[in-house]
């Protein structure tokens, strides 16, 4: 029984395992990368945890018109004792040595001035607070999608390494031969050997630079650095917007900060009304109910209601500071949505403009990679002819390379363009909310 029990334990954990090795070994694409992030990035749980108090600070100012109940219970020990003498009954105990009472107490507010405003208030502070964690959200979708095609850039500058790694050896290899036909020099041999070592060099550089990418990857998604990760390369170029007209309309509707911004401008908004109107009065309902020690004036029970009117009739100039106040912050959040609206249109105009580059980029290094390739076809020909030398091969071997990598900067610059546009217009957070509301989760409603 116990040696199947193991049995069953062994194959459970290897069972385990093997998942986690073909997860680890799964590819692993943008989106996921993504998700992944958005679950276990430190930085966000940081952020949701900062939202939550923020809000927690928000709910303390939350205007409610629950009635206040107190309890209270008191003993005191006083003296000396007071007596009252009575007609032909002896004396009466005024004042005892002792005396407990129980309270309860109960406040409930009316009419308060300014009700509405603060309700108003309430509101746009928690969703200014919602808007400031989407913010975050939308930098860190950025930091991942930059991080994820840096790595595929790595990636692809390890196969330009690893392609003149073999163009070196292989010219290397034809060195050597026609050496020993007496075709070359010694000289031309080390040259090629020069460049063989080169590209061996820049071979493991390309190595450790994916490694890196990578690494930096799995930190922004929160996982241990040294996860391994099968990326997943797009199978074509992103679709550049023909202008920047409706981008900037997205972006000034959807991005986090404009939002925030404009429920920060809403909340002062109502803070001035608040502020105008704590001089007036208020309405209020209370009620007591006690249990005391009774003396010859006072009862053992004692029950009593009364409507009271609050009224700040001189409050010392306090309210117009307040107004005053409220009017200047309102002032200055205009002046930063206008400063953010600026930043927000020139941020997105700059994304735009950057893929329209890449994308010009990519059509001249296409032209550059063919020329480059045809001319080390025809130096390696005329090396073999001993019409050239081994510098314009190495000269010609050099160019391909730089055509190349040159090639795959402007292919990645254009997909990091396209993601800063993205960000840019708040496509990214935007439809993050439609999948999150999808599956019920809170998030901050769109007006």
């Known amino acids: 029984m116990h040696n199947r029990n193991f049995r069953i334990i062994i194959v459970c954990l290897a069972f385990i395992l093997s998942s986690l090795i073909a ?27 900062e939202s939550r108090a923020g809000q927690v600070e928000i709910d303390r100012e939350k205007p409610v018109f629950s009635p206040k109940v107190t309890a209270k219970a008191e003993t005191t020990l006083q003296g000396p004792t007071v007596t009252f003498p009575r007609d032909n009954s002896g004396l009466d105990t005024v ?12 406040d409930q507010p009316l009419y308060t001035p300014g009700f509405s405003a603060a309700a108003k208030r309430y509101h746009a502070r928690t969703m200014a607070n919602k808007w400031g964690y989407l913010q975050q959200v939308n ?29 070196a050896r292989k010219h290397l290899d034809l060195a050597r031969l ?3 036909s007496g075709n070359v020099s010694e000289e031309d041999v080390k040259s090629a050997e020069s460049d063989a070592a080169r590209a061996e060099s820049g071979l493991t550089q390309a190595t450790d630079g994916v490694q890196l990418a ?40 959807n991005r986090p900060e404009m ?28 009620a007591v109910v006690a249990h005391q020690t009774p003396s010859a004036f006072v009862n053992e029970n004692y029950y009593a209601a009364s409507l009271v009117i609050k009224w700040d009739i001189f409050d010392g100039g306090k309210a117009h500071a307040d107004e005053e106040s409220a009017k200047l912050q309102s002032l200055r959040l205009k002046a930063l949505r206008t400063e953010t609206e600026l930043g927000i249109r020139t941020e997105t105009l700059k994304s735009w403009k950057d893929m329209q580059d890449a994308a010009s980029r990519i059509q001249s290094c296409d032209k550059q990679v063919a020329a480059a390739r045809a001319a080390l076809d025809i130096a390696n020909i005329r090396f073999q002819q001993r019409a050239a030398t081994q510098l314009e091969v190495s000269s010609a071997m050099l160019n391909l390379i730089k055509a190349e990598t040159d090639k795959n900067n402007a292919i990645y610059d254009l997909f990091s363009a396209y993601a800063n546009w993205r960000h840019a217009t ?20 769109k007006k």
Do not use: C, H, W
């Open 23 to 49: 997860r680890a070994d799964s590819p692993l694409t943008m989106d996921e990368a993504i998700r992944i992030g958005l679950a276990q990035s430190p930085s966000l749980d940081a952020a949701r945890l």
């Open 95 to 106: 004042q005892k040595e002792s005396f407990s009472r129980v309270q309860l107490r109960l």
């Open 139 to 167: 930098d860190a979708i950025l930091s991942i999608r930059l991080a994820y095609i840096q790595a595929l850039s790595a990636q692809a500058m390890l196969k330009v390494a690893q392609e003149e790694n073999d163009l």
């Open 178 to 180: 026609m050496l020993q």
């Open 214 to 253: 990578i690494a930096n990857l799995n930190r922004l998604m929160g996982r241990d650095p040294v996860t391994p990760a099968v990326l997943v390369a797009p199978t074509k170029l992103p679709v550049i917007p023909e202008d920047t007209k409706d981008g900037i309309q997205e972006a000034l509707s």
């Open 259 to 286: 939002r925030m911004i404009n429920e920060d401008i809403a909340a002062a908004k109502a803070g001035i009304t608040l502020a105008s109107s704590q001089s007036l009065p208020g309405l209020s309902a209370q």
């Open 426 to 445: 708040g496509e990214d957070v935007m439809q993050m909310r439609g999948e999150q509301t999808q599956t019920g989760a809170p998030m901050p409603d």
